[in-house]
């Protein structure tokens, strides 16, 4: 596999493009016990969540939902078929602003997401879900800012 080195210098915004090859960078390099939950996960960069899926959620701002996780051991819940597909959306927009208001580097804030959302979906502790965090932080994905 070649490495693709991803620069995270932006006079404009970063794109959906942008945002999807980070986001496959860091899940090339997952920790490995998350790995099993996601082997097939289709990865989606949406500008804002639709409509029904804010409705579901009871989200009343679209900028409150920064990644939706669903399909295999989503909530404990695991693929019960072929046709429940394992899908983590990120939404750009949402993202870009919590990237401004953090003031944090782009690829640490989707690392964390990332971790944050498929490891608490599995059950995880806080305390195990940092050191993940931590611990991936500390790794090269080809990213420079």
């Not at 409509?51 to 900028?63: C, V």
């Not at 939706?68 to 750009?92: I, M, P, W």
């Not at 990332?114 to 080809?142: C, F, M, W």
Request: charge should be negative; proline fraction near 3%.
């Amino acid at each position: 596999m070649t490495s693709k080195r991803i620069i995270m210098s932006f006079t404009t915004p970063p794109s959906i493009d942008d945002i999807q090859d980070l986001a496959q960078s860091i899940l090339e390099n997952f920790p490995d016990e998350l790995l099993a939950a996601i082997e097939d996960v289709t990865l989606n960069v949406e500008d804002f969540p639709d409509d029904g899926l804010l409705n579901d959620l009871d989200i009343e701002d679209e900028f409150d939902l920064l990644l939706y996780f669903s399909g295999a051991h989503h909530n404990g819940v695991v693929k019960s078929s072929a046709q429940d597909e394992c899908t983590l959306t990120l939404y750009r927009r949402p993202l870009l602003d919590a990237w401004c208001d953090m003031e944090e580097d782009l690829g640490q804030l989707l690392t964390n997401i990332l971790i944050s959302e498929v490891a608490q979906s599995l059950g995880y502790e806080e305390n195990r879900i940092d050191s993940l965090i931590k611990s991936t932080l500390h790794q090269d994905y080809g990213i420079a800012s």
